[in-house]
C-alpha cells in the first residue's frame, strides 16, 4: 500500500510558478522537526492540489521545460512529509508511582534475603542425662617418681625449700636504774715505821667529810727509811672505787694540808695517823639515772615477731614462685625452721633499742592436678558404663594423714565424686534437626534414651524451621 500511494503521489505536478514553489521550500512543514499539526494541515493541502488550479491573472505562462525541472525536484522532497510519524507511548500512570513500586518490591527482596539467608541463625542446646559415681581411696605423693602408678596409688610430687631471712630493730621496754661508782687512784703514804704494810682489797679510805673509797686489791705499803737519824715516808699508787654509786663521789683531788684519806682501820691506833694518802686527780664515773633496759621479755617478743615475718616472706615467695600448675595443701607445707638467730644485746643491758636478725626455711610438697583426675577417672574407667562418658573434671577431697618432708613423701586420704553423661553423636544429631521445624525436633528427641532437656532458639525469632546450612546452627551439649 506504501509503494502504491507514492506512486500516486509522483503525479502531482504542482503548476505554481518557481518563485512561489522557493516560497514553499521555506516554509516550516518541509523541515523534519515540524510538528504533528503542521503535518496533516500541509498533507490536506497537497491533495487539494490533484485538481488543476486556475493561473492567476498577474501569472505570466510558465514554459513547458521549466515544468519538468520544477515537478522533478518536488519528487525528492515528499517523502518528507508524506508519512506521519508515530506516537510515542506513554504509561498510564506517573513514573514516581513506578519507581515507588520498584523500590518496595527491592526492599521486600531484600528483607527476605537477609531473614532466611544471611540473617537466619539457630541455638540449640541439649542437656543430657547425667549419673554421679564415688570413688575413695588412700594415695601418696612422692618427690622421687615421675609418673603415677595407678596399681600402688602413687602420684609423682615436687619438693621445694624456700628460705628467708629478716633483721627488725626494737625498743627496750625495761627501765633500770644506771648506778656507776666513781674511781681514781690514791697514793698510799707510810711515815709510821720502816717495817711494810700490807692492806687487803676492799679496804677502807675515807675523806675528811665520811666519803669511802675501797681498794680494788691487796696493797703492800713500802717500808719508810731512815737518813740521818729521820725517817723517811714511802708511798705506792693504789687504784680505788667509790663505796656507793653516786655523782657525789666525783671528789677533786685530795693533798695535804687540806685533804687526805685516812685508813679506816686504823682508827683509834697509832697507825692512824701514820698511814695515810692523798690524790692528784680527781674521781671520776660516779653516776645514778633511770635508764631504758633490755629485758627477758623484750627478747621474747622480738623473737616471735622476727620468726613471723620470717614466716610470712617464705609464704609470699611460695604464693610467688611456685609454678602455676602445681597443686598444694596446708598439711603439703612444713613448720618454719629457725637455721640462725642473732641479737647485739643481752637482758640486762641499758640500751634503748636492739636489733634482731633470723634466717628460716619451709619444706614444700607439691603436685598437679591433672595427675589426680587422670588416677580418679583411670580406677572408674574399669566399670564405667560404654554409653557414658566422663563429664567434666571429678569433685575431691584430701585428708591428711602423714608428711616426710626428708624423704619428699605425702600421704592422704581420697574422696572423690565423678559425673558422667551420656555420649551422644554431635554430627548426627546435627544432620537429624537441619531444616526440620521446632516442633518436628522436639517430638523427635522426647523420648530419646540420653536426652534430659532441649530449648531451641531462633534468630529472627519469625524464622519456623532450622536452616540447613550447618555453619548457621550453633549445637551445644551439656
Same mark, same amino acid.
Do not use: W
Given at each position: 500500500m506504501a509503494e502504491e500511494y507514492r506512486k500516486q503521489k509522483r503525479k502531482v505536478i504542482d503548476i505554481k510558478s518557481p518563485h512561489l514553489a522557493k516560497k514553499r521550500e521555506e516554509v516550516p512543514y518541509l523541515k523534519k522537526e515540524t510538528k504533528e499539526k503542521e503535518f496533516e494541515e500541509e498533507e490536506l493541502k497537497i491533495n487539494v492540489l490533484k485538481e488543476k488550479p486556475k493561473k492567476p491573472k498577474e501569472e505570466e505562462e510558465i514554459p513547458a521545460s521549466k515544468k519538468r525541472v520544477f515537478e522533478e525536484e518536488l519528487y525528492f522532497e515528499?517523502?518528507?512529509?508524506?508519512?506521519?510519524?508515530?506516537?510515542?507511548?506513554?504509561?498510564?500512570? @506517573?513514573?514516581?508511582? =513506578?519507581?515507588? %513500586?520498584?523500590?518496595?518490591? !527491592?526492599?521486600?527482596? =531484600?528483607?527476605?534475603?537477609?531473614?532466611?539467608?544471611?540473617? !537466619?541463625? !539457630?541455638?540449640? *542446646? #541439649? %542437656?543430657? @542425662?547425667?549419673?554421679?559415681?564415688?570413688?575413695?581411696?588412700? %594415695?601418696?605423693? /612422692?618427690?622421687?617418681?615421675?609418673? %603415677?602408678?595407678?596399681?600402688?596409688?602413687?602420684?609423682?610430687?615436687?619438693?621445694?625449700?624456700?628460705?628467708?631471712?629478716?633483721?627488725? /630493730?626494737? *625498743?627496750?621496754?625495761?627501765?633500770?636504774?644506771?648506778?656507776?661508782?666513781?674511781?681514781?687512784?690514791?697514793?698510799?703514804?707510810?711515815?709510821?715505821?720502816?717495817?711494810?704494810?700490807?692492806?687487803?682489797?676492799?679496804?677502807?679510805?675515807?675523806?675528811?667529810?665520811?666519803?669511802?673509797?675501797? +681498794?680494788?686489791?691487796?696493797?703492800?705499803?713500802?717500808? !719508810?727509811?731512815?737518813?740521818?737519824?729521820?725517817?723517811?715516808?714511802?708511798?705506792?699508787?693504789?687504784?680505788?672505787?667509790?663505796?656507793?654509786?653516786?655523782?657525789?663521789?666525783? #671528789?677533786?683531788?685530795?693533798?695535804?694540808?687540806?685533804?687526805?684519806?685516812?685508813?679506816?682501820?686504823?682508827?683509834?691506833?697509832? @697507825?692512824?695517823?701514820?698511814?695515810y694518802g692523798i690524790s692528784k686527780n680527781p674521781m671520776t664515773g660516779g653516776a645514778s639515772s633511770a635508764m631504758p633496759m633490755v629485758t627477758a621479755e623484750?627478747?621474747?617478743?622480738?623473737?616471735?615477731?622476727?620468726?613471723?615475718?620470717?614466716?610470712?616472706?617464705? *609464704?609470699?615467695?611460695?604464693?610467688?614462685? +611456685?609454678?602455676?600448675?602445681?597443686?598444694?595443701?596446708?598439711?603439703?607445707?612444713?613448720?618454719? @625452721?629457725?637455721?640462725? +638467730?642473732?641479737? /647485739?644485746?643481752?637482758?640486762?643491758?641499758?640500751?634503748?633499742?636492739?636489733?634482731l636478725t633470723a634466717e628460716g626455711e619451709i619444706k614444700v610438697l607439691a603436685f598437679k592436678e591433672e595427675d589426680i583426675y587422670s588416677y580418679i577417672q583411670k580406677q572408674l574407667e574399669k566399670n564405667k558404663d560404654e554409653k557414658y562418658i566422663f563429664y567434666k573434671n571429678p569433685q575431691y577431697n584430701l585428708q591428711f594423714v602423714k608428711a616426710d618432708f626428708t624423704q619428699g613423701k605425702l600421704e592422704v586420704n581420697l574422696e572423690a565424686k565423678q559425673i558422667l553423661r551420656f555420649n551422644l553423636n554431635e554430627e548426627e544429631l546435627k544432620k537429624q534437626i537441619l531444616g526440620r521445624s521446632q516442633k518436628e525436633i522436639l517430638d523427635s528427641f522426647k523420648d530419646s534414651e540420653g536426652i534430659a532437656e532441649i530449648t531451641i532458639k531462633l534468630k529472627p525469632y519469625w524464622l519456623a524451621k532450622i536452616p540447613k546450612n550447618s555453619s548457621k546452627v550453633k549445637l551445644s551439649i551439656d
Open positions: 515528499e517523502p518528507e512529509y508524506v508519512f506521519r510519524q508515530k506516537p510515542s507511548f506513554r504509561l498510564p500512570f @506517573k513514573k514516581s508511582t =513506578l519507581f515507588t %513500586i520498584l523500590g518496595i518490591v !527491592a526492599l521486600g527482596f =531484600l528483607f527476605f534475603y537477609l531473614s532466611f539467608v544471611v540473617l !537466619a541463625k !539457630a541455638e540449640i *542446646n #541439649i %542437656i543430657t @542425662k547425667k549419673i554421679e559415681t564415688p570413688f575413695s581411696s588412700k %594415695i601418696i605423693f /612422692d618427690s622421687n617418681i615421675s609418673s %603415677i602408678d595407678y596399681e600402688r596409688g602413687i602420684i609423682p610430687a615436687n619438693l621445694f625449700v624456700f628460705k628467708e631471712s629478716a633483721s627488725k /630493730d626494737f *625498743n627496750s621496754t625495761g627501765k633500770g636504774k644506771d648506778e656507776r661508782k666513781a674511781t681514781g687512784v690514791v697514793t698510799l703514804i707510810n711515815n709510821y715505821s720502816t717495817s711494810p704494810q700490807v692492806l687487803v682489797a676492799t679496804t677502807r679510805l675515807s675523806t675528811p667529810d665520811g666519803k669511802i673509797f675501797r +681498794l680494788d686489791s691487796r696493797t703492800v705499803i713500802p717500808a !719508810a727509811t731512815t737518813e740521818n737519824g729521820k725517817l723517811v715516808p714511802s708511798s705506792i699508787d693504789v687504784k680505788v672505787t667509790a663505796d656507793q654509786p653516786g655523782p657525789e663521789y666525783n #671528789i677533786g683531788p685530795c693533798q695535804l694540808p687540806d685533804c687526805k684519806f685516812t685508813i679506816v682501820g686504823f682508827k683509834g691506833t697509832a @697507825k692512824y695517823e701514820g698511814f623484750d627478747i621474747r617478743q622480738a623473737e616471735e615477731s622476727i620468726l613471723k615475718e620470717v614466716s610470712g616472706a617464705i *609464704n609470699k615467695a611460695i604464693e610467688d614462685k +611456685l609454678p602455676k600448675n602445681l597443686k598444694l595443701i596446708p598439711e603439703g607445707k612444713s613448720g618454719l @625452721k629457725i637455721t640462725s +638467730l642473732k641479737t /647485739d644485746a643481752e637482758v640486762g643491758d641499758f640500751r634503748q633499742t636492739f636489733t
